[in-house]
């Protein structure tokens, strides 16, 4: 087998605004493994934001606001490669490349374009079915060995290692490392506080639904004493959370913000009613994201230095990624490679 350098490649979208699902579910994670033994590169994935229309100055405001979320959660500039996708054409290069090794088979079983095309999907964007190659793509280009994200992205990371063996098979060169997703914590699913059956998400038609990194302190003690609930105590052990799925993801959120196990936020808080829960929630989410928002704000006053960083981080990150679209030109057989 061969061996390939710790490089971890992670990206979201800036279709949006950041959500407490996101920092939960990704960046936080994205912050402890900066901190750990690797070599980091994480992407504003804008090319695949405009699968879903996308208002072009949104589009722009919300990729500057996110790499501000990034910078704001503790991702440092000098320490990972940060930059937006487009920036950096190699990943559509490799994209191409992938979308002759995936097979429309494997892309079919794909739930997230399942979800995301809803009912009329002959009215869905030809990239939003392609989606699952550019991901690929976004991480083989690097050579990621590791790729923290949040669970629904578990199917796609999947795909990225078919795509990756596949490659290596068809062509008979271990060429592509086979990734590993790291999906861990206790948040690596937040449901949305309206219905805990659904994932919390930045497209949600409510903004009641989510908490945004942007929310100050009244709208997030707001949107949590509003949180869907059920009638009973909390319980005072994990089993207890079985068939209550609003109370678990409240739940998971306390334990993941206070960096805690789940036992442990129960053993403290079992037998509380979500009356006098939802306010320790309130305070704990607040205390945490609360310095994260306010330095967006003060980053948002500098786009021109938000540009800057992101320039600086694609050209690091095309010195990584050209010379690996070089060597799959020259192993597929493109003459000039
Ligand atoms: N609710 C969530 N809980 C835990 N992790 C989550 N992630 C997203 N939502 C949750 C993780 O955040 C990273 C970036 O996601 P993305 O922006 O690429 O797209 P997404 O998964 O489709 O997120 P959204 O918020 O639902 O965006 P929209 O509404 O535009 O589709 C990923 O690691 C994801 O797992």
Redesign the pocket.
Known sequence: MAEFTKRVF????P??GL?L??Y???IKRFVDMQEADFETIYCM?DL?AITTWQDPSDLARNTRELCAGFIASGIDPEKSILFNQSQVPEHTQLAWIFNTVARMGWLNRMTQFKD?AGKNRENASVGLFAYPALMAADILIYHATHVP?????KQHLELTRDIAMKFNHDYGEEFFPITEPVIEGA????MSLRDGSK?????DASDMSRINMTDDADAIAQKIRKARTDPDALPSEVDGLEERPEARNLINIYAALADMDVDNVLRDVGGKQFSEFKPMLADLAVAKLSPISTEMARLMEAPDEIDRILARGAQSAREVAAPILKRTYEIVGMVGA
């Open positions: 992670s990206g979201i979208q279709s949006g959500t699902g996101n939960l579910g990704a994935v695949h995301k994200v949040g669970e629904d992205q948040a690596t699913r937040v994932k919390m998400s930045k497209s």
